[in-house]
């Protein structure tokens, strides 16, 4: 809420307080004995007004007080050191821009004391909708980049994303609850989804706008989310998908009669990637960022008109997903039996039967969700990211040449027709 006049605009004491956890009299004895906050005075107007940067100078101060540091110093620390209003005189772009840069070298080279160090002080530096927008999201999609093209190992990108996750739930876990009759929001990621750190961004941002938020994070089965949702009665459910896997496990909303009544929203890295996705999926597209997302959260209503499938590719998916297992099955298996045995020592039987359950789910998705354009995506990840595996052209066209095998002896004729136009884009490109 903003107090508004014709001079400009402003937070009151009231909504800080009830940001912070910091109540009132409190903020006035900070102001008056250690010059924190900063809140600007309107001539004629007798409230104080203040900004963001005012809140995260609070929570910085709140913070250090919790770890021990007298209020004193701590006004003393932030004045002296840590200050972004006057960094941003000298050079708006720069303070900001070289916390991102060593924060990304921090987390590449697995210094976690310092990278845990900068974390901290950029949420006491900046506002969350800064440090998210401008130091964690162009972070983390680097460090993606980097172990897609083989950069970095998998235990590296692993390591590096839950640190970053532990500091975003520690933030969201430390704003003030806010009241039970708060606009209510759950919010999940998709069924098998694992990505989830916009999703925590987005919760965090929604919960400082004054939303009441349920964070349920990864891996959230549907029926659960409606169990909890005809329970908790939310507002809004939005649901991070950033995976064909992901997706695959929102295909039982396309039947109306599985999808919750409240106001379904989502986002996520693949209908950023896919704009004709977004129009058919369960829900209204958020926006392409967190910030974006939650700004959009207060019109989000449920769609009047939510795309379905026809009945005969409703019935081909619906095949599709009950055989997914045996034809991942069948298809790894005969794939093995083509490989010679120093490929075989390799790769693991693991990473074979994902990819091709990846291979299934896609298949699935372009089909349900009318959205073949997603296998020219899956092309493009298999270009970026099999040659630096060392894995050679004519062993995925192998693979896929066995796959439409299987399908074609696992389904019916009509119905195993319905994916060899998709399965000629991923070999040809569209």
Not at 156 to 168: D, F, G, I, P, Y
Not at 221 to 241: F, M, Q, W
Not at 265 to 294: C, I, K
């Amino acid at each position: 809420m903003f107090v508004v006049n014709d001079l400009q605009a402003g937070l009151t004491i009231k909504i800080v307080a009830e940001r912070t956890g910091i109540a009132e009299h409190t903020l006035r004895a900070w102001e008056r004995r250690y010059g924190v906050p900063q809140p600007k005075r309107v001539p004629g107007n007798r409230y104080r007004l203040y900004d963001e940067q005012d809140i995260a100078d609070v929570l910085w101060m709140k913070q250090q007080i919790a770890s021990g540091v007298a209020p004193s110093q701590a006004s003393l620390l932030l004045q002296q050191q840590r200050r972004p209003r006057v960094l941003d005189l000298i050079e708006p772009s720069h303070p900001i821009a070289a916390t991102q840069a060593a924060l990304q070298a921090a987390l590449l080279q697995s210094d976690e004391v310092t990278a845990r160090r900068i974390l901290d002080e950029s949420f006491a530096l900046f506002a969350p909708e800064r440090v998210t927008r401008e130091i964690i999201q162009p972070t983390m999609v680097e460090i993606g980049e980097k172990w897609l093209h083989r950069e970095i190992a998998v235990c590296q990108e692993h390591w590096a994303s839950n640190l970053v996750r532990q500091k975003l739930l520690a933030i969201l876990q430390s704003q003030p609850a806010p009241i039970v009759s708060a606009t209510h929001l759950l919010a999940a990621c998709a069924p098998m989804e694992e990505h989830e750190i916009g999703l925590l961004i987005l919760a965090l941002l929604a919960q400082r706008q004054g939303w009441r938020v349920s964070y349920l994070g990864q891996r959230t089965p549907l029926a659960d989310l409606a169990n909890l949702a005809r329970v908790s009665k939310p507002n809004v459910i939005a649901v991070s998908v950033a995976t064909v896997v992901g997706l695959a496990g929102l295909i039982p909303w396309l039947d109306a009669a599985n999808r919750p009544k409240a106001a379904l929203v989502f986002g996520g890295r693949l209908p950023n990637l896919l704009p004709s996705l977004r129009e058919h999926l369960p829900g209204t597209f958020l926006g392409e960022d967190a910030l974006t997302a939650a700004r959009s959260l207060p019109t989000a209503e449920p769609r009047a008109q939510v795309w379905s499938p026809s009945k005969r590719a409703w019935n081909v998916v619906q095949s599709l997903q009950a055989q997914r297992f045996r034809i991942t099955g069948d298809a790894t298996a005969k794939f093995m039996a083509h490989l010679p045995a120093r490929v075989l020592r390799a790769w693991s039987l693991q990473d074979l039967n994902y990819a091709t359950l990846y291979l299934v789910d896609a298949l699935a998705c372009a089909l349900a969700f009318d959205v073949p354009e997603l296998m020219d995506m899956q092309k493009a990840w298999l270009q970026a990211a099999m040659p630096p595996r060392e894995v050679p052209a004519q062993l995925i066209a192998k693979h896929l040449a066995i796959f439409a095998r299987v399908l074609d002896k696992t389904l019916a004729a009509d119905q195993a027709r319905q994916f060899k136009s998709l399965l000629a884009r991923l070999e040809n490109g569209g």
